[in-house]
């Protein structure tokens, strides 16, 4: 076995809900351990954080300055491998800048950033630097996720035409941010939110699973942004129109609606695809199945863990079939390709297959961000939306 | 048992596919009687339509003008109580604006007619004779769907916030009207189906339903009309965002999808309405469940046939249920609401309950398909899409 | 068009539920007229239910002998061309022999009657007389049923290994005979029903879905009947192992359940069959959907309404795919077939296809109940019963 | 935080399907560390996968005996806490027994042992010495399977009056024992899985789920075993009547169906619970939902993650509604709750909760399973299968 990789981890302390799941999705094939943190913004809270989950206290620090000065002071073989940044979004750039800077690996929540100026920044000197930098949008780490993105790349669905992509929620439907939740708080918060609210916090991942699995790029947005909550600052219904960059002769077009009021949802995040030839329906909630329509024929739905399926998905997978996987795993594949790249990087062995999002990934939906906020705002139906890689 | 009603039919003779729905609802109940026809625009193929049904050859007419003339020569005691007109859209309003105007009661498919022009005129005519007109947004017909109304009137969603309504369908995905396949060939010409293409056939079923259900009128429309196969005249995919008039304050936002493009769908119409209280979900294909959502709840299915259910659910119900009802019940319910009001036409009765589409929806319908073509048209996000009552 | 048959009625009057069903689905299609009855065992209630439906006072019958004995005095060209039995059970025998013994085709409920003896008369008097007797086991009507078992005989799915089939209801949960309901009055009293209480009632639907589908032949039942609630005189839950003959070497084995007091389900009739190459899954409450799941691929999903789908599914489909038809369209077809065997008995023309069940298939169902009965009381794991066609 | 408890493995080395899934269940939420194991009966695989797994070089043993010396001769806070025996079932006993009698907490999989005098033996061991001994039935682990026990428990079923358990798979329909895959070629062998193939390997997963969910005893069965596949030596589908002993004057009637062979299942375990108030239905593949259906009113659809769920189900929930949870999560639930138990018995705490199913559970199942096939032998349509708490 290979030594795991060693995790610092900026957030994710007490009263947080994602921390806990990046920490279980790392660790859960024992491919890293998770050895440093400042878990809190709060430095008491950061030690006591720490000191829950049995953190050596020599690493449990109580600022993230802290923790780099003090990792870079230990010997390489001891220190951190990748930091992993899993706060309330408006810490994102500052830690990852500068772990990023200081030249260590980089695991970050989505979204990136408030900015797309920071996005370039971080970009530039992930760039500089060397390091491995991954965004967690964890939906993409999904087998079956994985074997829609194949199948439409191997062109089963023929030139795509539409996609459908659904990011419904309901628990934002009442003013929770009042009640002290502090998920509610801080998401609502634009100050730590950034200028998205529900396109920020689901509507990105939406437009991130569109590129994944179909490599369509958006060229125009048009955007309907509300806040139906009395007293909000944010969005909490994103509903948008979207042309996609022509491909093979065919400008695919798409609807994408995010929202936190759908009462009813939970985390209903859903994919649609539509080709000439075929398409592709899958649903989050229910990730180890794929329906797959191939025109004139019967529906198939393709299942999690069997021969008839792709190598990514086979890869992406640890249990045999009808025994559900499910969002810690998928979440856990992010960290797995992350992981090998980071490896890659040590050893300079080449990578055969960086599967995972980056900073650049993250940089284009802070872009996907900006531009709808700028499209609803617009009277024009149109607002170019299209995105030059950094 | 009352006397059955004379019904007369226009259109729907061999390879039509609606007029063989129409007279098996209209008849399913035994309300009605198929007794005078002039089944095709062909006078040589409308008299061999009605005599494979079996017409009484004196009312087996070679013309729709024949038919009004003979018709109205009978005795009224003989004579047609209403027309039915299933022909192409663009028949509808010659046919209709006649049988009106000489005080024959009407039922007639959608889209009404091809514009608001002929829309108000009809509506006027009507007016003027007094006749019944209903226009068969079958979907409204369904039990389930008349549960849904009534839970929504009922204040059971709270304030409406946010409709996603969806009319996927894939039969129109190849060019298959160069094949020569009847319902393809006049569905996609402009001069016989209007300048609508899905949006007109389907997505007129999409804002009926919408507007049974939750009673919400259109505000504004931002509309992205798509023809997708090369060579195709009409749009087969459109997308919209929608604004709907406030109402106690809320301003609800919408999702309107109509396609024939999307591979893997039949006749996929569904239905979600989100409120501040709760939510609802409705699937045609699959249309004797309801799911509603509220807030803080377990998710409930409502299915067709049980007590716990209101008055017009169960009124348009006729067997128990586990029994499925479907497609035909649902039209034949529109038939029994529009031959009620017939019957109380004739006897000066007063009508509990008009429960069916009337000229008046036809005519909000034909302007809906209007001003989304015209906010396709247009660079400006928001196209004002008001209709007034005429 | 053919002239559309003349159809008699036994029973079917006012309270009554399946009558209307059977009324509506003959007539569908236009190839029946009803045009005489007794309506009702109470000669009063007859005649007030046929002048409900508007039936010729002279052919609205006191008695089943009046009707037998009028419609015989008719010409030929005036008289029934067949009686529809759809009376409370005890009465099928009598009426059925009556008619069938006099020459008229009968259409009949099920189960066919009460004792195999009394099915082995009617199998032979419709023997001599020549007569068409079909039985209504109204879900081999159902399209994709159809479908099921042309995949089942072409051998797609291989040596068929098991069966499971269901039959879920909770209408019976509680006493509801004691309320006066009619359809729970008589179905519960052995007097009228038979020996069997849901095993008769729907479990020999559960046997003539397996027969049909499969054409497996039982050779042995183990079955444990319940009367759940307290006072019912009849079973009310029915558990059976069964063994079906050896064919191809291989001997299938069988689950069979039927209930009345499986609260939350409706009408919820289940057919599963697992053969050496594929399985099938069929649903009632969602009949336009067979599931089939050849080994080592995707499960695919089989539409109503599809080219891909065979002769007999398509025959027996009206209306096109993702507009869904449902109960009254399969028994419909069930009249249709048995029509169609009527007529060609008038002209002696060959009959291409009989696809219907008959008399002797209501035999095998009364055999079924019979040995189920005898196996519950037995002491013996297997019971004999294999059955030989009359 | 707790220390965590040092966890040493028999079984589960290279090659193996669960063993991989006990480790990192067991470590899911770091209330483990595996430390110690002998992972394969031959000593140079064990060695290997010990050495794959990154193991101590001294704690990676050849063989069981010599781990339990190794271990023993530690300190006793170096020493192993528990033992988890992950072999082929054969192998369960010897190793249980030995690490139960030297004082060992033992957490085995099931089946427990091949016969009910070795389960005996073992509960007696475990009492004697006073370890924690669970048994890996991981299917209660599951949160709504948690809820289902508490809603049955609470009364809001009623009596109970029937059970359907279905445990459907499709993996052994073809000889894949004599392609060398490891797992069927164990699984089909007596010498190794013991006396039951599929009623023991799945049946008995079917009949603890029963038992956990309803407190249902076992009085009778009546079963037949098949083996469908030629050459093979054990059962390859089960397919049992039950009946259960009395409880509030109401005798419970149970279907169980295990099978192997089933062609498009994957690992389809269900269970269904009617009550005379209400029925409940889980689904092991869609593990977060549970089907409430309560008499005369909506099903409704009780979702992981929710606050109308009671504290069991709340209590083995890691991550909020929506985001699925599956078999890991379930697994690691079990383990939690052994682990409390373990750390209970070294503090001497009162354990609120021992959620867990333990030496007993497993020795109720290995009667079960002798029981089955006993009376698969009779003929004799009962088998008296009720079992004395040891």
Redesign the interface.
């Known amino acids: ?1 290979n ?2 990789l060693r995790m610092g981890m900026v957030g994710g302390g007490r009263d947080a ?1 994602i921390g ?2 990046h920490r ?1 999705a790392a ?4 491919g890293v351990r998770f050895v440093a943190g400042c878990l809190s913004s709060s430095p008491d809270k950061a030690l006591a954080s720490g ?4 953190l050596d206290p020599r690493r449990n620090y109580r600022t993230w300055e802290d923790m780099l000065q003090g990792e870079l002071a230990l010997p390489p073989g001891q220190r951190i491998d990748f930091i992993s940044i899993v706060t309330p979004n408006h810490v994102h750039y500052p830690v990852a800048r500068a772990f990023a800077a200081a030249g260590i690996d980089v695991v970050c929540d989505k979204p990136l950033c408030h900015t797309s100026e920071q996005a370039r920044d971080l970009a530039h000197t992930a760039n500089k630097s060397g390091v491995v930098f991954a965004v967690t949008y964890n939906y993409s780490g999904y087998p079956m996720v994985k074997q829609a993105r194949d199948m439409a790349r191997q062109g089963e669905l023929g030139d795509i ?2 996609v ?1 992509v659904e990011y419904n ?3 934002l ?2 003013k929770l941010e009042s009640t002290g939740q502090k998920q509610a708080d801080w998401r609502t918060d634009p100050s730590r939110s950034g200028a998205g609210g529900a396109i920020g916090d689901i509507g990105s991942h939406a437009e991130q699973l569109v590129a994944y699995v179909t490599g369509l790029e958006i060229d125009a947005i ?1 955007a ?1 942004l ?1 806040t ?1 909550v009395p007293g909000r600052r944010l969005d909490d ?1 994103a ?1 948008l ?1 979207i ?1 996609y960059a022509p491909r093979g002769g ?1 400008q695919a ?1 798409g ?1 994408l ?1 995010a ?1 936190q ?8 995040l859903r994919l ?1 695809v ?6 592709l ?1 899958w649903h ?5 199945q794929l ?13 999690r ?4 399926l792709g190598a990514a998905a086979r890869k992406n997978t ?12 998928a979440f856990a594949n992010v960290y797995n390709a992350a992981g090998a790249a980071i490896r890659a990087r040590r050893t300079g062995a080449a990578l055969a297959d960086a599967d995972f999002p980056t900073v650049i990934d993250g940089a284009r939906g802070v872009h996907f961000i900006e531009k709808t906020i700028e499209s609803s705002r ?5 607002t170019d939306a299209r995105w030059t890689n950094l």
């Open positions: 076995m030594e795991p809900f806990a799941v279980t660790c859960l094939d024992n000191a829950d989950l049995g035409r539409k459908i929620q309901g628990w439907a009442g048009c309907d509300t139906f219904d509903n129109l042309r065919v077009k609807i609606t929202s009021i759908e009462i009813g949802h939970e985390n209903d649609r539509y080709g000439t030839k075929a398409s329906i989050q909630e229910h990730p180890n329906s797959f329509r191939p025109d004139g024929e019967p529906e198939r739905i393709y299942s863990g069997n021969g008839y640890r249990i045999p079939a009808g025994h559900p996987e499910a969002f810690l795993e617009s009277d024009r139906k149109w």
